[in-house]
């Protein structure tokens, strides 16, 4: 990634960081269950954020890492491949490709745990990169704006978890349904 | 559930209470990975929390329930036994059974969505109530206290997430297994 210090908030506002700010304020409105910010608020948590660009063709998350965890991003124009490695042991799956909007490692800065997939950009991307720093300090300078903030990546971190939670009882089912018909080939 | 409306921060200070109230502080103070909770500070969230008990053999959430999602608690005595029928179809499989410490209910009260499994005391247990309505009034007068406590709430959402994928994974390849078995069985 490249290493800008200027974040959204101290950006010279020339008209293309006033657009890409803005687009990351409103990305951040997309509907959450409760408390869900302004788009007033959303620019107050976009100032917080440092906007960066990475090439295509990068893996900018590294699945089980545990080093790189201090940020997280809101993918703001361009496409992340989520891949796993540990799903076949052998070779990496891709889980899912993420578009505009997205948060990307919110868990890991919640956390602090290991990266549980890698990210690898399919295209060029631009994004809004968020530090654990930045977020403590948000916390301690706009707290009703971080609790917002912090409820909108939870139900995001629990709506994901739901997701999981089916696709594993699905899983559970096709187990139950396959180990019958192994007893019937026997 | 009995209702009562006094809630820890109002209740009278006789000593079972103040225990109570001291031991929900100290269970809520558990290691989260960003910004603890201090003492003191979990003493402010266990005041908007309203004391409650439930006889054993109780559900007292429903899984698909989409109604009754306004409240989260923390367990502080007793067991509870988290079921789902989703797994099967047929008949409820425990998937856990919860002790001291626990939080339970706390995505509904963050997404609103349909509780995710069915839970069922099994002891008679006790437990401290939060309220959407009080959790809205605690990030209001105390957000930067709120902050905090959302950040301990989305790390155990988050671990367990973890803990979903990793099972996910699990059935991923054992399901790729016995799909080999079946293949070479033919």
């Known amino acids: ?19 890409s700010r ?18 007033v608020e959303a620019k107050i948590v976009v100032s917080y954020m440092r906007p960066d660009r990475v090439p295509a063709g990068e893996t900018f998350i590294a699945e089980g890492d545990t080093d790189n965890t201090g940020f997280m991003m809101l993918l703001l124009d361009g496409e992340v491949i989520v891949e796993s490695i540990t799903v076949s042991r052998t070779h990496p799956v ?25 990210c ?16 403590e300090a948000m916390i301690a300078e706009q707290p009703v704006i971080g609790c917002k903030f912090l409820l909108a990546i939870s139900a995001r971190i629990a709506e994901r978890y739901r997701d999981t939670q089916k696709k594993l009882k699905l899983f559970a089912r096709l187990a139950s349904t396959m180990q019958q018909e192994l007893d019937k080939s026997k």
């Open 120 to 135: 690898t950009t399919a295209t060029d991307i631009q994004c809004a990169v968020l530090t654990r720093e930045a977020l």
């Open 94 to 118: 891709t889980t899912a490709v993420l578009g505009p909007g997205s948060l990307i490692g919110e868990m890991g800065i919640l956390d602090t745990g290991p990266r549980s997939a890698s």
């Open 22 to 39: 803005e687009h990351a304020a409103r990305l951040l409105t997309a509907p959450a269950a409760l408390m869900q910010l302004s788009l």
């Open 1 to 19: 990634m490249n290493d800008q210090d200027d974040n959204f908030g101290n950006a010279e506002p020339v008209p293309r960081e006033i657009s």
